[in-house]
């Protein structure tokens, strides 16, 4: 599936040798995204962030969905599983039949194969960040990847 973004502006990015930091907007605009699916047409609400980011491991989302709305549609993936971080309102996601309720502070990860969708059936805006990455591919993770330089901490004034 193969999306087109409406709503974004690399220039909002900025870029150092070993960094690109971007500025998504704050999360009362993450409505005014959008993003162009195939067969779907227009969804608001979606920023998809790797090509802003430049990011090279991972897919990054910022998602808000409106009061009563949902995902049209189930869907899964190949190879890449997903986390869901919620940080806003309250809804239900469906994954392979079962329903698990969701709100702020939930996090739920789906591997390749599980079919889901979702809705928010509060009266405020769904906001969640969804991270995407391929299945079984962390090697190193926590501080195992980690390496402590041996350079004291100075801020300029």
Sequence with gaps: MT????????????KGSNFTAYEGGARKDWPNHSIEIPGLGKVSGKHFLKDMADLT???????SLPPGAGMPFYHQHQQNEEVYIFIQGKGQMQIDGEVIDVQEGSIVRIAPKGMRTW?????????YIVIQMKENSLN?????DGVVADIA???PS
């Design 3 to 14: 999306s087109t973004q409406t709503i974004s502006n690399k220039s909002n990015a900025r």
């Design 57 to 63: 491991g991972c897919e990054i989302s910022i998602n």
């Design 119 to 127: 809705r928010n059936n509060s009266n405020e805006p769904l906001l």
């Design 140 to 144: 190193q993770y926590g501080l195992g």
């Design 153 to 155: 901490v100075s801020w």
